[in-house]
């Protein structure tokens, strides 16, 4: 077995030893022990591709270029993060008696089997096996989010379900008739779905039916991605769903959704032309900042905030894509890079604040945060303050670096909505971190507040902030290869 | 022969979906999904035997074991069960809903002249019918209240993803195949225990009443 396969086995391994009926400590050193050592399996396999090698499995079915790399080492980042802060997670429910042993079990099972699928999408070159990996997450993640078994989260999972389900039978259709489209030239085997082969034929390809196949494709991934207007059982999940949970879905399933997208955008490139899915792309990631924007200025919910945060960055990646310029597209990888690193620092100290005073809603928690919870209050205004945008942070480079390109090119009227809806982001995301951190204490609270503890998810947390601070200042050389790289297979198929 | 055999297995999936559109009863909106999926075996295996194509075999022994026999059961064990055997008014009365389906039915035909071999022989009318079909699902989905109706409503619209695979091509390589059959499997018996803990909780399945979520 190559390292490519051990990053795969390791995760699903854990998994099944997350069904065992451990004592709690065990379980915890083999839930962040193979999640650890995926991370190190997924490093080591990207560090192959850098030496020059194309590590791949099954006859090209799983093959690792630059894009695959890059979406791997930060699906293993953030799963190992996730895990981490997981175990502090269930450790608190656990001192309030809201957890029972089967629920761990069902925690420890399911979320390193998120971790394999999210891997297994990032590898794929094969349009069959990547929709089976896309619905393996989409299955994985249904019970994270009914995780607490509330009237909530059941309508939650029910909605997640079916919009993804409906989205994934788009996307099956897509698939379909992409293979179709082959048909003539590579055969019905396996050939026939494999990307590589497809932009090798590209120039062969029936262009109405791949057409039809691609427009299917863009909207059934854009499903998973949270694009608007299929953005609507993102909020609903994510508040729902336990926050170690919820920075898997905001990271993983966008990134791996993400890379889906990509995988459909250069065979489109390379086989219709540019212009074609890059319009699509445009409009659906316009339409998602747009539509953001609102929802952001008057929400109630911590956890939703965190939603529709994740559907505006996700629109961003789209309008760099669509914009169709070099520049942009690198902007674009470099900005799913500071966002996969910086959103779990979001999601941890927004959940760390919504387990301490029991609820997510903004009347719930009431004004004055920093002044009983210091701590994470003070990271959750970082994390805002990186999420918006702001320099020196990561996320104002790559921002910038679409915008530049946009106004550059011929999407001049595009640019300028982006550029409108991230002023009016900045002051939503002021405005609501403002009212939430600031402010007099409530004089009777409406519900007994726990003492902030440093524990081990504080120190996860801790750790979440100097990643998502540090990578604003220094970026591993490896990494900045890897996005060059990804930025070269999206431009050239390659 | 073999053409016409395809085309008449492929009306009969039409009809099933009509009917579904026009029915009440849960118990035989779900024998009509399995009616629905042993005819698309049917296809399959019409057209493997005129190939003599061995994967399209499999593939229809799969589908009619799977689609046309486990789903079915499982889906009538999760309603026996629960005790809720019809659907309540839909958000569209009958007539109504049958006339848009007809609609629909001209817009799936329409498009499928424009794919690739799809304006001649059998391969037009099985492409049009499984458009008109995934449409008529994507309706169903949003027109019912029902947990169940829901999930037939779904799987039609995979029945008729398949259809298109097979009208299309000659089926995805087999072992692709087998890969989204297990998901469906999966997805079908998640499904079924999410609307156990829904009406253990609601007592009911309406699945309008879940909307407490919004903004």
Same mark, same amino acid.
């Not at chain 1, 396996?190 to 196949?213: C, D, F, S, Y």
């Not at chain 1, 319009?279 to 200025?297: E, H």
């Not at chain 1, 719930?364 to 210091?374: A, D, E, S």
């Not at chain 2, 026996?80 to 001209?106: K, M």
């Given at each position: 077995?190559?390292?490519?396969?051990?990053?795969?086995?390791?995760?699903?391994?854990?998994?099944?030893? $997350?069904?065992?009926?451990?004592?709690?400590?065990?379980?915890?050193?083999?839930?962040?022990?193979?999640?650890?050592?995926?991370?190190?399996?997924?490093? @080591?396999?990207?560090?192959?591709?850098?030496?020059?090698?194309?590590?791949?499995?099954?006859?090209?079915?799983?093959?690792?270029?630059?894009?695959?790399?890059?979406?791997?080492?930060?699906?293993? &980042?953030? !799963?190992?993060?996730?895990?981490?802060?997981?175990?502090?997670?269930?450790?608190?429910?656990?001192?309030?008696?809201?957890?029972?042993?089967?629920?761990?079990?069902?925690?420890?099972?399911?979320?390193?089997?998120?971790?394999?699928?999210?891997?297994?999408?990032?590898?794929?070159?094969?349009?069959?096996?990547?929709?089976?990996?896309?619905?393996?997450?989409?299955?994985?993640?249904?019970?994270?989010?009914?995780?607490?078994?509330?009237?909530?989260?059941?309508?939650?999972?029910?909605?997640?379900?079916?919009?993804?389900?409906?989205?994934?039978?788009?996307?099956?259709?897509?698939?379909?008739?992409?293979?179709?489209?082959?048909?003539?030239?590579?055969?019905? !085997?396996?050939? $026939?779905?494999?990307?590589?082969?497809?932009?090798?034929?590209? !120039?062969?390809? +029936?262009?109405?039916?791949?057409?039809?196949?691609?427009?299917?494709?863009? =909207?059934?991934?854009?499903?998973?991605?949270?694009?608007?207007?299929?953005?609507?059982?993102?909020?609903?999940? %994510?508040?729902?769903?336990?926050?170690?949970?919820?920075?898997?879905?905001?990271?993983?399933?966008?990134? /791996?959704?993400?890379?889906?997208?990509?995988?459909?955008?250069?065979?489109?490139?390379?086989?219709?032309?540019?212009?074609?899915?890059?319009?699509?792309?445009?409009?659906?990631?316009?339409?998602?900042?747009?539509?953001?924007?609102?929802?952001?200025?008057?929400?109630?919910?911590?956890?939703?905030?965190?939603? %529709?945060?994740? #559907?505006? +960055?996700?629109?961003?990646?789209?309008?760099?894509?669509?914009?169709?310029?070099?520049?942009?597209?690198? !902007?674009?990888?470099?900005?799913?890079?500071?966002?996969?690193?910086?959103?779990?620092?979001?999601?941890?100290?927004?959940?760390?604040?919504?387990?301490?005073?029991?609820?997510?809603?903004?009347?719930?928690?009431?004004?004055?945060?920093?002044?009983?919870?210091? =701590?994470?209050?003070?990271?959750?205004?970082?994390?805002?303050?990186?999420?918006?945008?702001?320099?020196?942070?990561?996320?104002?480079?790559?921002?910038?670096?679409?915008?530049?390109?946009?106004?550059?090119?011929? +999407?001049?009227?595009?640019?300028?909505?982006?550029?409108?809806?991230?002023?009016?982001?900045?002051? /939503?995301?002021?405005?609501?971190? @403002?009212?939430?951190?600031? /402010?007099?204490?409530?004089?009777?609270?409406?519900?007994?507040?726990?003492?902030?503890?440093?524990?081990?998810?504080?120190?996860?947390?801790?750790?979440?902030?100097?990643?998502?601070?540090?990578?604003?200042?220094?970026?591993?050389?490896?990494?900045?290869?890897?996005?060059?790289?990804?930025?070269? =297979?999206?431009?050239?198929?390659? | 022969?073999?053409?016409?055999?395809? =085309?008449?297995?492929?009306?009969?999936?039409?009809?099933?979906?009509?009917?579904?559109?026009?029915?009440?009863?849960?118990?035989?909106?779900?024998?009509?999904?399995?009616?629905?999926?042993?005819?698309?075996?049917?296809?399959? &295996?019409?057209? $493997?035997?005129?190939?003599?194509?061995?994967?399209?075999?499999?593939?229809?022994?799969?589908?009619?074991?799977?689609?046309?026999?486990?789903?079915?059961?499982?889906?009538?064990?999760?309603?026996?069960?629960?005790?809720?055997?019809?659907?309540?008014?839909?958000?569209?009365? #009958?007539?109504?809903?049958?006339?848009?389906?007809?609609?629909?039915? #001209?817009? @799936?035909?329409?498009?499928?002249?424009?794919?690739?071999? @799809?304006?001649?022989?059998?391969? +037009?009318?099985?492409? $049009?019918?499984?458009?008109?079909?995934?449409?008529?699902?994507?309706?169903?989905?949003?027109?019912?209240?029902?947990?169940?109706?829901?999930?037939?409503?779904?799987?039609?619209?995979?029945?008729?993803?398949?259809?298109?695979?097979?009208?299309?091509?000659?089926?995805?390589?087999?072992?692709?195949?087998?890969?989204?059959?297990?998901?469906?499997?999966?997805?079908?018996?998640?499904?079924?225990?999410?609307?156990?803990?829904?009406?253990?909780?609601?007592?009911?399945?309406?699945?309008?009443?879940?909307?407490?979520?919004?903004?």
């Amino acid at each position: 077995m190559n390292l490519l396969l051990w990053t795969l086995a390791v995760p699903l391994l854990t998994a099944l030893a $997350g069904l065992l009926p451990l004592p709690r400590r065990w379980k915890e050193i083999a839930l962040v022990g193979g999640l650890a050592l995926t991370f190190a399996l997924a490093v @080591g396999t990207a560090s192959q591709f850098l030496a020059g090698a194309v590590p791949g499995a099954f006859d090209e079915a799983l093959r690792v270029d630059g894009l695959s790399a890059l979406v791997l080492v930060l699906s293993a &980042l953030v !799963g190992l993060m996730s895990g981490a802060y997981g175990i502090a997670y269930l450790r608190r429910n656990e001192d309030r008696g809201l957890l029972t042993p089967w629920k761990r079990r069902e925690f420890d099972a399911l979320v390193p089997l998120y971790v394999f699928a999210m891997l297994l999408v990032s590898v794929c070159n094969n349009l069959g096996i990547l929709w089976i990996a896309v619905e393996v997450t989409t299955l994985a993640s249904v019970f994270l989010v009914a995780f607490h078994d509330r009237d909530t989260s059941l309508e939650a999972a029910w909605k997640f379900l079916m919009l993804g389900s409906l989205g994934l039978a788009f996307a099956l259709l897509g698939t379909v008739l992409m293979f179709a489209a082959g048909r003539g030239v590579l055969g019905e !085997g396996m050939a $026939g779905l494999n990307v590589t082969r497809l932009i090798e034929v590209a !120039g062969q390809l +029936h262009p109405l039916t791949l057409k039809l196949g691609v427009v299917f494709a863009l =909207v059934g991934y854009g499903t998973k991605a949270g694009l608007a207007p299929m953005h609507t059982w993102k909020p609903d999940a %994510y508040r729902e769903a336990p926050s170690p949970a919820g920075v898997l879905m905001a990271v993983g399933m966008l990134n /791996g959704a993400l890379y889906c997208l990509l995988r459909v955008h250069t065979i489109a490139n390379a086989a219709l032309g540019p212009g074609f899915s890059s319009r699509l792309l445009l409009a659906l990631g316009l339409l998602s900042v747009a539509v953001a924007t609102p929802f952001i200025l008057i929400q109630w919910n911590l956890k939703r905030l965190l939603a %529709y945060s994740s #559907v505006e +960055h996700v629109g961003i990646m789209a309008i760099g894509i669509g914009l169709g310029a070099e520049a942009a597209t690198f !902007g674009a990888l470099l900005h799913l890079t500071y966002h996969s690193i910086a959103k779990p620092l979001a999601f941890f100290s927004a959940g760390t604040l919504a387990q301490l005073h029991s609820s997510s809603n903004f009347e719930q928690i009431g004004p004055g945060t920093l002044g009983r919870t210091p =701590v994470a209050s003070t990271l959750f205004v970082l994390a805002m303050v990186i999420m918006t945008g702001s320099p020196p942070f990561g996320m104002f480079f790559s921002e910038l670096i679409i915008l530049r390109a946009g106004f550059a090119g011929p +999407h001049l009227a595009a640019s300028v909505i982006l550029l409108g809806c991230l002023v009016l982001l900045f002051c /939503g995301f002021a405005y609501q971190t @403002g009212r939430l951190v600031l /402010g007099e204490q409530p004089a009777a609270p409406a519900r007994p507040v726990d003492v902030e503890k440093m524990d081990f998810g504080s120190l996860t947390m801790l750790l979440a902030a100097v990643l998502a601070v540090g990578s604003a200042f220094y970026l591993p050389p490896g990494l900045l290869e890897l996005i060059h790289a990804a930025a070269r =297979v999206v431009e050239g198929g390659r | 022969m073999s053409q016409d055999l395809v =085309v008449l297995c492929a009306a009969g999936m039409l009809v099933t979906a009509y009917l579904m559109v026009g029915q009440k009863a849960l118990f035989t909106a779900i024998r009509l999904y399995a009616i629905q999926s042993v005819l698309l075996g049917g296809v399959a &295996l019409v057209m $493997g035997l005129a190939g003599h194509n061995a994967h399209l075999l499999a593939s229809a022994a799969l589908t009619i074991g799977l689609k046309g026999l486990l789903i079915p059961w499982f889906l009538m064990r999760v309603i026996d069960r629960i005790g809720i055997r019809r659907e309540i008014e839909p958000f569209l009365n #009958v007539p109504s809903s049958l006339l848009i389906c007809l609609g629909l039915t #001209v817009v @799936g035909y329409r498009v499928s002249t424009r794919l690739a071999d @799809g304006a001649q022989g059998a391969a +037009h009318h099985v492409i $049009g019918v499984s458009l008109s079909m995934l449409l008529m699902g994507l309706f169903l989905m949003v027109t019912r209240r029902k947990a169940v109706t829901q999930i037939l409503a779904l799987l039609t619209v995979e029945n008729s993803v398949f259809l298109v695979a097979l009208g299309a091509t000659s089926g995805m390589p087999l072992i692709v195949e087998l890969g989204i059959s297990f998901d469906v499997i999966v997805a079908v018996l998640v499904l079924g225990v999410l609307v156990h803990r829904i009406v253990d909780r609601f007592d009911s399945m309406d699945v309008s009443r879940l909307s407490k979520l919004k903004g």
